[in-house]
């Protein structure tokens, strides 16, 4: 299902001017503070009415202004998730997914209850009440209750944000499932370049109100100009070889092994990693006699000086891009040029555990 979003508001001293389509999948909201993601999110929920605007999910149309037609918040079928989870405390876990129920047009197939609780594996959770949850598990109930409510797209406004590093680890699997498992779209709104790495299908960067870039996670969080110097990441697709002994997992890549701290990915399954420009050593020559396990071979295919001391260098891997973020200064110290050879060398434990994830299930079988 595309989802139309053509978005124009002018707030005093800000303006929203957004017009995109978006393909089938995760389509992530991405950006700093203040660059309009929260602001587009609730033009789509309705709680939002913009000057001027077109938004729609295929033919089921949310808002036409030319048409003076909107669609009101409770007629839009649109299951949120917010930051936290809202769930009503008085409740028990069964009787909050339920609650989605209510929502459910007659005519809708509403999600099967076993099935999304199996899938969010909230089973030994729903004779309890919100308070005996810890954030995530909150978090997992409150995508249950969306889904049950039947609705045409979900959107989730920056769910993660108020959960420690432990609790995004425990509950960005199941939004992976979520987007593998589900044909709804979702709109996610995000400005953690690791959630964008794992979960996203389309990222639409947003800078001051309007469109930076917009494409796959690999294309916009290598883009300096979308998403800053600092945040310039690279996504590979790697498949899981092997678990050793020592605490380490081996990756296969179009760039070459990696060895990871252990990912949870049986071996053969395919997975992101993000790895961040900035963690990214560049060498002319195939070191020897390193700490780092990680020595990725490519060709230098671009060399973008930044305005300050540093700059990007892409090099191709097979059909991956690996971006390195170094000063000019080594740039000019080892007369790197596009054409050449280069060795891209990554500590292991400089990709964070958040940064891998789930590639999407039609990946798993290539």
Known sequence: MTLQLSVRHRFPGFTLDVDV???????????????????????????????????????????????????????????YVFQEGRLFPHLTVRQNLLYGRWFAPRDAQPENLDRVVDMLGIAPLLSRRPGALSGGEKQRVAIGRAL???????????????????RKAEILPYFERLRDEVSIPIL????????????????IALREGRVAAMGPPEQVLSDVA?????????????????????????????????????????????????????????????????????????????????KGPAARVVLAC?????????????????????????HAIVKSVAVAPEAVGHGQRHQASE
Do not use: W
């Not at 030319?66 to 649109?78: D, E, S, T, V, Y």
């Open 21 to 79: 389509t978006t393909p089938p999948g995760v389509t992530v909201l991405f950006g700093p503070s203040g660059s309009g993601k929260t602001t587009l999110i609730n033009a789509v929920a309705g709680l939002l009415r913009p000057d001027h605007g077109r938004i729609a999910a295929d033919d089921f149309m949310l808002l036409d202004t030319g048409a003076q037609r909107f669609l009101p918040p409770h007629r839009r079928r649109i299951g």
């Open 318 to 342: 097979g059909e991956e891009r690996l971006a390195a973020r170094v000063t000019q200064r080594a740039v000019a110290a080892l007369g790197l040029k596009p054409g050449q050879t280069c």
């Open 188 to 203: 996610y709104v995000s400005h953690s370049s690791a959630e964008v790495a794992r979960l996203a299908t389309t990222v």
């Open 226 to 306: 979308a998403v800053g110097a600092r945040e310039v990441a690279s996504v590979l697709r790697a498949r899981v070889v092997a678990h050793h002994a020592d605490g380490l997992s081996e990756l296969t890549t179009a760039a070459g092994p990696l060895h990871l701290p252990r990912v949870s990915a049986a071996p053969g399954t395919v997975i992101r990693v993000q790895i961040m420009a900035s963690e990214v050593i560049l060498a002319r020559e195939a070191p020897i006699g390193l700490s780092a396990l990680n020595i990725l071979r490519g060709t230098i295919v671009e060399i973008q000086p930044g």
């Open 148 to 166: 049950l409510s039947a609705p045409r797209m979900i959107l989730a406004d920056e769910p993660l944000a108020a959960l420690d590093e432990a």
